[in-house]
């Protein structure tokens, strides 16, 4: 058996959820880093850390070849509309209102910008679409990997998504528009 990793799906939070349910110690992480190891002498495979995990970092596969595939794959669909999706539905079940996500599916065709804030408890996705961009496959879509439906009206096609000189999202701004 074999644990894999994928350190590009984790978060980086203040704290790491399977580190501290690890029952052999095996998952460490380094709160001034934020960085997780794990000491594969100590794994004894028993899937709290895959359970616990709200980002699915964890895998455990059966060999390193396995590891090899399975990290190959994942580096693959990386770049595709549904990777950048799930991470979307993936940050948000823990988000602080109004947190921006900048840098996710800025190649899915149609888009032209994108900011995924929680309002009122509720799911808003604002996009700047360009020609050819599809509302209603695009909330169809969401509705698959999403764990609650997110309602039509709450995907808001805006002309721009206003943003400081630094780059960051107005929210108040964005916030005024809906």
Excluded: W
Aim: hydrophobic letters at 35%; charged letters at 25%; glycine letters at 4%.
């Amino acid at each position: 058996m074999f644990l894999y990793v994928d350190y590009d799906a984790c978060q980086h939070e203040p704290s790491c959820k399977a580190a501290e349910c690890c029952p052999t110690g095996a998952i460490t992480y380094n709160a001034e880093t934020r960085k997780i190891s794990v000491n594969k002498e100590l794994c004894n495979f028993c899937g709290e850390c895959l359970k616990t995990c709200p980002y699915a970092v964890f895998h455990i596969v059966e060999n390193e070849a396995e590891a090899k595939r399975l990290d190959e794959k994942l580096r693959q669909t990386r770049n595709t509309f549904e990777y950048y999706l799930k991470k979307f539905f993936q940050v948000t079940k823990n988000i602080i209102p109004y947190r921006e996500l900048e840098g996710y599916l800025d190649d899915f065709p149609g888009i032209k910008d994108i900011a995924v804030l929680l309002v009122d408890d509720e799911l808003k996705i604002f996009i700047v679409p360009e020609n050819g961009f599809d509302k209603a496959k695009f909330v169809e879509f969401a509705n698959k990997l999403a764990e609650q439906p997110v309602p039509a009206n709450n995907v808001i096609l805006l002309e721009q998504i206003p943003r400081t000189k630094t780059g960051k999202i107005h929210f108040s701004q964005i916030l005024g528009q809906t």
